[in-house]
């Protein structure tokens, strides 16, 4: 993958990198004097004239200043993250729920879990989604599992919905919509799929809505 720059602090702060530059101050200090001795030879006597002059005096200091630093990222994941982020449009704060600043790197081990749970949560859809709909009602029309046609999930990446997560425990609750026609009607049905340890636990029919 080519290197990627990506501008410190960005996004989900996963670079943060403070500059240590040195600067020069110049600051007066009228206190300092020199003092100046002057020689005469007066009537066989050698007189001293001390005269005392105020200096300014130079002074540096070295502070610390705080800079965004441009880094270059050569990172395997790095593809994992960035596709996450445009996917979901940036709506991404659930991934740093409960972490700290030096448990960053978990974000990309929660995106990935997140990626898997998606992917099973649509599978398992497809394979009991139409079984699910037999014999529900929708006001008075009774669905027909072998009437049903054209059954489709919403199955990009912003459409599939994590409604709750907990990334200690791996458990997750996944919603997932599919379309559907009966009979030349138009049907949306809502699913929820739950993961307990990783692995699917249950799956529930939440709703059946006409569409346009």
């Not at 972490?99 to 960053?104: G, K, N, P, R, S």
């Not at 919403?154 to 409604?163: F, G, L, M, Q, S």
């Not at 425990?169 to 996944?174: G, H, I, L, P, S």
């Amino acid at each position: 993958m080519d290197k990627k720059k990506l501008l410190a602090g960005l996004g989900i702060g996963l670079i943060g990198l403070t500059a240590g530059i040195g600067a020069g101050f110049v600051l007066d200090t009228p206190d300092t004097v020199v003092q100046t001795v002057t020689k005469t030879v007066y009537e066989d006597k050698i007189v001293e004239v001390i005269k005392e002059v105020p200096v300014e005096v130079i002074k540096t200091e070295t502070v610390e200043i705080e800079v965004p630093v441009e880094v270059e990222i050569d990172n395997g994941n790095l593809k994992v993250v960035l596709d996450h982020i445009y996917d979901n449009e940036g709506q991404i704060e659930y991934l740093l729920d409960d972490l700290d600043d030096d448990e960053v790197d978990m974000i990309v081990e929660r995106i990935v879990f997140i990626n898997e749970a998606k992917m099973l949560a649509i599978a398992e859809v497809k394979s009991e989604g139409i079984d699910m709909l037999d014999k529900e009602y929708i006001e008075d029309i009774k669905l027909d599992e072998d009437d049903i046609d054209r059954f489709r999930i919403y199955d990009d990446d912003d459409e599939v919905i994590i409604d709750d997560v907990d990334f200690e425990d791996k458990d997750a609750q996944v919603l997932v919509e599919a379309k559907f026609e009966q009979d030349d009607i138009k049907y949306k049905a809502l699913y929820e799929v739950t993961f307990k340890d990783g692995i699917v636990d249950d799956i529930d029919l939440e709703e059946i809505t006409l569409r346009d």
